[in-house]
DNA sequence: GTTTGCGTCTCATATAATGGGACACTAATC
DNA sequence: GATTAGTGTCCCATTATATGAGACGCAAAC
């Protein structure tokens, strides 16, 4: 018959229980809760992914990601030399304001968080490497689709994407001009106060440029 | 007729294509080549993986390796405390002997690097986080293997595992003494002279201690 | 002993992957 | 303009492939 269309294939499932492992190690009874596989294939498959590295099994045998994903994941990661540039611009850029700071870039119809440095703050916003945000809220989402410049060179949002967090946001552009990723700080609103842009927006509007320029984007200076 | 035995499934040329594309992106006709599968399938399984964010396109349309990724190789190493646990003793690992350091794990027959620094100087030696080295060379390797307690507490090795290489290596054991690591200072034997182990051994020892105790595994201190 | 849970494996069935080849399109080359 | 060579994408008859209920072996719990 028919070619798979959507989501019944061998591959779509092999990805279900990829994801399902992402979240903690399970067994293979849990996995099979998990999923809503059939026992004989979810073994199946978690076996075969075993074979590749991309599932290990743990000492209590129960499935988790394997190794495999640490080489493809990096590899992934230096896709986009853009977050190894920044990572000095970010790390100085948490330094100043104290909260988490984040790299985003647009993927198809939602951004991706391409870097990423946590508040040292015992409440902090978190945002894990590689999580995937929607496009249509939050001040870096704003900073990714409106192409044209704005105010202070960056946007702020408050309690937009998540309540009781307000974000600061700003474009890093390449020598063209279009905008091809966004630097956040993001913090609870009691810290950041509603106008997180007032005391922060410089900041993370220079941490855009040293991006930049570290990238090799643009001229160079600030 | 039968399942999969070996190397034939969708699931198996699924990894082919992620492993061409680890190296670099291609384009399909390249995908084609690299993987030897024909160019229908080959494009059938890319554009599958990229519908689950595994791979993803290139401004020319190349494909390359996905967003998904990243958060699963986050949560690959998330797995292994040890590595988060470990870094800070690394970094100054590396401070301390300016060359590259390495956190290794054993994983079936094989060793596989779960934390890795690279040594700042312009000749160094390159183990990229996720690499799998034989279990069968290496001052590392002989850690790993080796369960018994050694003279000084290191291991050393002189272009064992690749010429022109020399590594110093200690073990990080749990509460109940069995090895679960080894840490690594590697680098070109014209700077760590032949007896690697005179001059870093010690610091190398220092480290594995300062992991064990940073991740909780013995009693305290050094 | 019996039961309940586990992971693993088999094998007849039919479903889902296959891939040669058609197609549309662009960029050189004639 | 016409031709050739190169892309990426899509179709669909064929059959090789994944499927999954159920059997099995093994522990631990009752």
Redesign the pocket.
Known sequence: ????IGG??????AVDVLDALEARPL???ELVAVTG?????A???A?ALERHGLVRRDSD??FMLGTRLLSLGQAAADAWPLATAAASALASLREKTGESVQLFVRDGEERVCIAALQSLHGLRTIVPLGARLPLSAGSAARVLTSADQTAGGWIESVGEREAGVASVSAPVRDASGRVIAAVSVSGPIERTSRQPGKRYGSYVVHAAKEIESEAGLRGVDA
Chains 1, 2 share one sequence.
């Open positions: 018959m028919g070619n798979t019944v294939g061998v591959l779509d499932k067994s293979l009874a596989l059939p026992r004989a294939t073994h199946r498959l076996t045998g129960r």
